[in-house]
């Protein structure tokens, strides 16, 4: 498959809207390239185990003023409306006040051969939880008795249980799914989410993921887990998705995003999840997570409880009853 590389070049104080505007148009993730930081070193920083550390002095002196965000992007008839889209907010940002920098947005073409080998040395087998075993689909697993195995190929999508969101994602479903639940997965990437509550038990899964190759992964692995009879994957927006299950109370939303997406979304997973029901989010770096927990209260949601690793949360929260669910929001499982 060819991909199209997008990098913007943007002051520093606007890199995570920008991240942010380019992973909400379907982009598995990005990266943050400084060109200052051989320089900002050379001035006095210190890289120890793999840290930035600098007096207040040279911290402030050698900020860096440009850095470029990178995402990659399929190169299909959905790149040219996707491009247009990343331009607006770009402009709609400048207007709002943000400094942007240059903000010039620029593409290439690159070719996938060779991306989906290069990271497998790092990727193995690896057990979360009481029971699940994330297993790499080239490499053998011997099961004992209780565990739950999970065969990943994420290929270009996100989400092999390595990273802190995905993992406290997983941690939550294994506390939370008890079997018969109806569960929405927003932002599948490789579908192990997905396939995670399945194999607990849930009875139905929809996923959804904005990207394409992430789509293609998703599918390929609900196949190769022997859960396509319980979960769909399906191409799209995950705001639109929900707006279509609205009222159909739902027990469990899984949505590993991002703090933008979650509080747009928050609003929407009120409406679809059952009084009771659950949301497990996450994406969230610790500087926004009173933004998000004001957004979902704002939906209806209390966070019940987190789980904190490294700059990332996860959370799980509840749907509290209203006056206008039947019987007081006394309904589904509890």
Wanted: with cysteine.
């Amino acid at each position: 498959m060819k991909w199209t590389e997008v990098r913007v070049r943007v002051a520093s104080e606007a890199v995570e809207a920008v991240a942010d505007a380019l992973i909400a148009e379907g982009a598995g993730g990005v990266a943050i390239q400084d060109p200052s930081l051989i320089d900002r070193i050379a001035r006095g920083w210190i890289w120890e185990e793999g840290r930035e550390t600098a007096t207040p002095a040279a911290d402030q002196a050698a900020a860096p003023a440009v850095l470029t965000v990178v995402a990659h992007y399929p190169s299909t008839g959905r790149l040219a409306p996707r491009l247009a889209r990343l331009r607006r907010r770009l402009r709609k940002m400048a207007r709002s006040g943000l400094d942007l920098g240059p903000a010039d947005l620029t593409t290439a073409e690159v070719d996938d051969r060779g991306w989906a080998d290069a990271w497998k040395a790092h990727f193995r087998t690896r057990r979360l939880g009481r029971r699940m075993i994330i297993r790499p689909s080239w490499e053998e697993y011997e099961a004992g008795p209780d565990d739950l195995v999970i065969v990943i190929d994420p290929g270009m999508a996100f989400g092999t249980g390595t990273h802190p969101t995905t993992a406290g994602c997983l941690s939550f479903l294994e506390d939370t799914v008890i079997g018969g639940e109806r569960v929405i997965d927003c932002g599948t990437g490789s579908g192990v989410l997905a396939v995670a509550a399945a194999k607990l038990g849930a009875a139905s899964v929809g996923a959804v993921d904005a990207d394409e190759a992430a789509v293609i992964a998703a599918r390929a692995n609900v196949e190769a887990n022997g859960v396509a009879d319980r979960v769909t994957v399906t191409l799209g927006d995950a705001g639109a998705f929900l707006d279509r299950v609205a009222g159909a109370s739902i027990d469990l939303i899984a949505a590993n995003l991002v703090a933008d997406l979650l509080v747009r979304l928050a609003p929407r997973f009120g409406r679809v999840l059952r009084p009771g029901g659950r949301l497990i989010g996450s994406g969230i770096v610790n500087p926004r997570l009173a933004e998000v927990s004001a957004a979902m209260a704002e939906g209806g949601l209390s966070i019940i409880d987190r789980k904190t690793e490294g700059d990332w949360v996860t959370v799980l929260a509840v749907r509290r009853p209203s006056s206008r669910d039947p019987a007081g929001g006394a309904s589904g499982r509890a």
